[in-house]
């Protein structure tokens, strides 16, 4: 079992919707969650951290369950500029994280 | 306010060539990472960094060595460049790993 899992898409999507996309990890000891947006041919940026509670920034959402071990990305009022690979980035104890293969997104008008 | 600079940006070589990329980060950070990235493979850690003077390997380290000597600078050196070893290289680099990664913009080689 691959340490990162997530669906490689695409998921294509009208302007104006909602998508959510979520990541499973193994590792239970797992500390640091984050996502992590990637545009073509360009390195990735980070979107946002996740933790425990839940975190918000405008049009996304980020949850953490560590139950279940994944996280997961929701992203309302989708605009066409929201389109880019989004990565799953899962980090250990040593801190030196653990990339997912990403998931594609195609916002079309 | 640089952040993270890899150079060159584009790099073709010859079979059994070797190179350094190299890479600069001006943000004071401890830890930092080089990784490769190849279609459908994803993000795979080459060798990283926790310091100045403490290097460890990652998930693909063979064929490249690193070296530390300074918090600001992490060069990747290819050996003996094989066509396997062509990919998109960034560096990374972060305070303390559990702040998320800043990354530069990139090398792009091709190894004929």
């Known amino acids: 079992r691959k340490e990162v899992e997530q669906d490689p898409g695409p998921f294509n999507v009208p302007e104006g919707a909602t998508v959510a996309f979520n990541c499973t990890y193994s590792?239970?000891?797992?500390?640091?969650f984050f996502w992590y947006r990637q545009d073509c041919r360009k390195e990735p940026k980070l979107l946002m951290s996740v933790y425990s509670s839940g975190n918000e920034d405008g049009r996304f959402t980020a949850q953490l369950n560590r139950a279940s071990q994944y996280i997961s990305l929701l992203i309302r009022d989708s605009k066409l500029s929201d389109s880019a690979t989004y990565l799953c980035v899962v980090g250990g104890g040593s801190y030196i994280p653990t990339f997912g293969r990403g998931t594609s997104l195609i916002v079309h008008p | 306010n640089a952040g993270v600079t890899q150079t060159p940006k584009f790099q073709v070589l010859k079979t059994g060539q070797s190179m350094t990329l190299q890479c600069a980060q001006d943000?004071?950070?401890?830890?930092m990472s080089w990784y490769r990235q190849d279609p459908g493979m994803g993000l795979r850690l080459i060798h990283y960094s926790v310091g100045a003077g403490i290097t460890d390997q990652g998930e693909v380290p063979n064929g490249y060595n690193v070296s530390r000597s300074t918090t600001e600078d992490f060069p990747l050196r290819l050996l003996s460049a094989a066509p396997s070893q062509t990919s998109v290289y960034f560096c990374?680099?972060?305070?303390?790993?559990?702040?998320?990664?800043?990354f530069g913009s990139g090398t792009r080689l091709t190894v004929v």
């Open positions: 990374a680099s972060s305070t303390t790993g559990a702040h998320g990664y800043t």
């Open positions: 590792n239970s000891a797992s500390q640091s």
């Open positions: 943000m004071n950070h401890e830890y």
